[in-house]
């Protein structure tokens, strides 16, 4: 089974040196400047009006959302390494593949708006403005993180960000108390 799969490797990597990489002329590469989408309409319960029917994205909000995906994506997978080498101890609860919730929130609320989030808290966390730096070593316990250390994987804080909750559904509660203390 090694042998074939040795072979079957060295061909593929044989074959792919062979064949070398043709260059794009720049004059065919053309990109546009906005895209489209549309929304398929969905059923309404207790609605007047559903989202609405198509909606439309810059060149540049997209790729600043994507750079933003792929931050987190890379941050949560540090996290992983870290936690599989002993660095993390306790809970590490990654949000690896839910990128787009983070970013998505992010761009849908104004900078001012408050978050309160459930236990997978580092994406949400670098889209409210803390640093990845800020991020691991608070994972890692270190004094330079957002809550010196001191808070793990759950408790992230930034401004308007008040971190995770382990508890479920506990966000709704704890976003009345701060919308009751006027912290809004």
Do not use: W
């Not at 997209?62 to 987190?72: D, E, F, Q, T």
């Not at 330079?144 to 559904?169: D, E, P, Q, T, W």
């Amino acid at each position: 089974m090694r042998k074939m799969l040795a072979a079957v490797l060295s061909r593929v990597v044989s074959a792919a040196a062979r064949k070398p990489a043709r260059p794009v002329p720049a004059a065919s590469c053309t990109y546009c400047s906005d895209a489209t989408f549309e929304i398929p309409k969905c059923d309404l319960y207790r609605l007047e009006e559903g989202p609405p029917g198509s909606a439309a994205l810059a060149r540049q909000d997209g790729l600043r959302y994507y750079r933003a995906m792929l931050a987190v994506r890379r941050l949560e997978l540090k996290a992983d390494q870290l936690y599989k080498q002993k660095l993390i101890r306790g809970f590490c609860h990654l949000c690896d593949g839910q990128e787009a919730c983070c970013v998505g929130l992010e761009a849908a609320i104004a900078p001012s708006d408050h978050v309160i989030t459930s236990y997978r808290a580092h994406g949400v966390g670098y889209t409210r403005g803390l640093s990845a730096r800020a991020i691991l070593a608070e994972l890692t316990g270190r004094r330079g993180g957002c809550a010196k250390g001191k808070g793990g994987s759950m408790h992230l804080y930034a401004r308007n960000f008040y971190g995770g909750n382990g508890i479920v559904g506990a966000q709704g509660p704890l976003g009345d108390c701060v919308h009751m203390c006027g912290m809004e």
